[in-house]
């Protein structure tokens, strides 16, 4: 049984943080691009931040560089979304996938056909 299950969201102000968790059961990590998604009402998904289980190369989509981080831990079972200074934009259901490729690749739409296993997400809502 795969399985990816996400955690953390919530409630904040604006300015404010929330970490994320993506914490994979029935497999490693460890040979796939991880990525955290997000969708927010009547918009398209966006690709916001991905990590190679291998290189650990990280990418960010440019609207939050600097203020997310991606990790993921020692055991290769759980990845992170650290996330500061969120604005109301980021209001989002987001959600993890795992997939094959370039994990820089995986920010972008017409790539993400690659991603094979996603979580059910979870709601960050950010206002005041």
């Known amino acids: 049984q795969r399985q990816l299950v996400e955690s953390g969201g919530g409630l904040v102000q604006p300015g404010g943080s929330l970490r994320l968790s993506c914490a994979a059961s029935?497999?490693?990590?460890?040979?796939?691009?991880i990525g955290w998604f997000r969708q927010a009402p009547g918009k398209e998904r966006e690709g916001v931040s991905t990590?190679?289980?291998?290189?650990?190369?990280?990418h960010y989509m440019d609207s939050v560089k600097g203020r997310f981080t991606i990790s993921i831990d020692n055991a290769k079972t759980t990845v992170f979304l650290e996330m500061n200074s969120l604005k109301p934009e980021d209001t989002a259901v987001y959600y993890c996938?795992?997939?094959?490729?370039?994990?820089?690749?995986?920010?972008?739409?017409?790539?993400?056909?690659?991603?094979?296993?996603w979580g059910r997400g979870t709601q960050v809502t950010v206002s005041s």
């Open positions: 029935g497999f490693t990590l460890k040979y796939y691009s």
């Open positions: 990590i190679s289980g291998s290189s650990m190369r990280t």
């Open positions: 996938a795992v997939g094959t490729g370039d994990p820089e690749l995986l920010l972008h739409p017409a790539n993400q056909g690659n991603l094979e296993l």
